[in-house]
């Protein structure tokens, strides 16, 4: 068993899903396919302790967990409740936090591994240029903010 994850190939970055969760518990059936997700990313910060009299080094002591931001990028979806959770936010200043899973996928569509946002709220909304000179998709592009994240591997 051991040579048979062992000879595995890596999994590959353009299978993957997003899951909103309606209230944390419901899966959103809509909104789940993006172009691009990025800022799945946590580091711990830390502090500088200098001991006294000790001149040949320092210590560094945990402070907390520091996340980015989520980046979700698609092409601009119509009739979408992420959108209205969204519009609900950036022009009424009411947010309703939810929990979003990142899923990577294997060919079959099985979750190999995922990351779970906790209580994640919207921060920034923008769509692409608009540009009559250009045959593009445009594209939305969602910014979250969320209290912890946690990596799933299955």
Do not use: C
């Not at 936010?89 to 569509?109: R, T, Y």
């Not at 979750?111 to 540009?131: E, I, Q, R, T």
């Amino acid at each position: 068993m051991a040579d048979l994850i062992t000879n595995m190939p890596p999994p590959l970055g353009y299978r993957f899903g997003v899951f909103f969760f309606i209230g944390g518990v419901v899966p959103n059936p809509l909104d789940f396919r993006f172009k691009k997700v990025s800022g799945i990313s946590s580091t711990i910060s830390t502090r500088t302790l200098n001991s006294g009299g000790q001149n040949l080094f320092s210590y560094k002591l945990p402070e907390r967990v520091q996340y980015d931001n989520l980046v979700l990028e698609r092409g601009m979806a119509v009739g979408s409740p992420l959108v209205i959770e969204f519009n609900v936010a950036m022009s009424m200043f009411k947010f309703a936090p939810s929990n979003v899973l990142v899923s990577l996928l294997d060919e079959s569509g099985i979750p190999l591994s995922g990351w779970l946002f906790m209580n994640a709220y919207p921060v920034k909304w923008s769509v692409s240029n608009l540009d009559a000179d250009s045959n593009q998709v445009v594209i939305e592009t969602m910014e979250l903010a969320y209290q912890r994240m946690q990596a799933i591997r299955i």
